[in-house]
């Protein structure tokens, strides 16, 4: 059973930037589709970002050109970086692994959720 352990959520004001990180084995950060998705409160969980075979990566168009999403193979970590925050990117961020699969996206059916960071971005 593979584990998912995100971290780096917090709290930032308008502008600000993070970096979430979630931990995953050696094996899946190099041939699973990852994704991050994202979940305000009182609304449906939402697909931010997908890292496919190959690093071809999607985001959703609300992030475009604010967020990154990568693989750090020495690490086993997938990562996504957010600049230019606003308080409409608040929510409780999950990363997910399609496990064997090499291409994902909004659609797909994640085998593997982890926990969830929270992100907090005030006015």
């Known amino acids: 059973q593979l584990q998912l352990v995100e971290s780096g959520g917090g709290s930032v004001q308008s502008g600000g930037s993070l970096r979430l990180s979630c931990g995953t084995s050696a094996y899946s950060i190099r041939n699973d589709c990852m994704a991050w998705f994202r979940q305000a409160p009182g609304k449906e969980r939402e697909w931010v970002a997908t890292i496919q075979r190959g690093d071809i990566v999607a985001y959703t168009d609300p992030v475009k050109g604010r967020f990154a999403i990568s693989r750090d193979t020495d690490k086993n970590s997938l990562n996504l970086q957010m600049v230019g925050l606003t308080p409409e990117d608040s929510g409780m961020y999950y990363c997910?692994?399609?496990?064997?699969?090499?291409?994902?996206?909004?659609?797909?059916?994640?085998?593997?959720w982890g926990q969830g960071t929270q992100v907090t971005v005030s006015s």
């Open positions: 997910a692994a399609a496990d064997g699969r090499w291409y994902c996206g909004p659609q797909t059916q994640y085998t593997y």
